[in-house]
């Protein structure tokens, strides 16, 4: 039943529009968090960090999962030089405190970086529920199932809450802001998404797609389904990414990688079964959010805001090589010399440029034309593209045979 003492609620008034947010912790308990400071203070009490990274299994991901929680380099020698005077966590407090900290981090996002969450609404309420699952993507998630126009839902890492705020604080006097804004600003920007309509007509194509594929079952390769989601995560994820990061200093930009995961979109396109096809999609495209789809997503709108920015300058800064100034006519011979280059973010006003546009976007195919036309406006030839509109059209050709056919079924 619920508890109304695992409910924490604070207000305020931001503009016009009183913001109500509820923490709540009933599905991670005292003995969660009880476990978790325990493994929080042996990871920290070590003097290196002696945690090997192991191969791709599942289970062991989920350790690193956790190790990176507790462990903050930052961090580690403050708070290992604490740890022998003894604190006494409290599951009371920690609550109280994590939900203050959460508050205020959610109303100052919506003050700063997203004020069209609350532009011309009376209310808004935030539900945020501590989870005392290892989330296997991330660490936060919004769950647009119970999300409507003035109701935010999302889940929460408990144990991101008990390492990334309540211990830092106990021993540092410290609370990872960047790591709680980051996150809360990426699943903000998914209920933006949300209210766009963007995941309902997902999937609604998603259940058109299973229909035809359950009538023509020799029509289309077992992998569409699959393929059609890492597709739209290209622009639902790649965006949420962008704007999680707008604060970084640099962009890294890596074509090895790049090509790598265009080379596993291809084998991803022409896989038969659909059990080999959402295999592989598990295991190459959502494990962090540094990989897959995010990865690639993100840096599609990176160069999207670079080509805004070749219209107001001729030249672009690179961080790498030597740090230089480099005039964008040259940046495609650049980018292939090299591979794997830093790039210096946008400045803000490009920031706000490229977010406004990429916020019109109703589908993903928009996106693609979208980045297509950017690498037009830089000169990037067809091997430093990511996914454009020739690649996007050869992927969809492989699983459905002709895109002239699945366009009935997923364009509507
Ligand atoms: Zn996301």
Known sequence: MFNLFSTQTNKATIGETLVTVKVGFSKYSASWF?????????????????FKLPEESKLKFKQVQRYEIFYRKFYHKRIQQQIKTPVHPDYGEFKRFCATVLSQRLFHILKTALPQLITGRKELTINLNATNKYLENNLATHVYSNSTDNVIEMEFSGSAMTGRIYFLWLYAHKVDVSFLERTLTHELEHHLEHRKGMYLKEEETLKNIAEFMQLNPEAWKGSFPALFEVLCNLYAEGIATFVENRKANEVEIDFKQIQ??????????SLEKKSDAEKLVEKEFRFTVESGEYYLGRLMCY?????????????VMILSQG????PFVELGLFLEKYGLVKLESLDEAT?????AKLSQIKHH??????????????????????VDTKFYHKLLNNAAGS???CREVVMG
């Open 303 to 315: 160069f999207i805001g670079l080509s805004i920015l070749k219209q107001k300058q001729t030249e």
């Open 323 to 326: 740090k230089l100034k480099l």
């Open 260 to 269: 790598k995961l265009k080379q596993l979109l291809n084998k991803l396109s």
């Open 351 to 355: 920031f706000k440029e490229t977010y």
């Open 365 to 386: 195919r928009e996106f693609i034309t979208m980045y297509t036309k950017a690498c037009q406006e830089l000169g990037l030839k067809d091997s430093l593209r990511i």
């Open 34 to 50: 009880d476990s978790d400071f325990k493994l929080a203070t042996q990871i920290n009490s070590k003097k290196e960090r002696n």
């Open 403 to 405: 895109y002239k056919h």
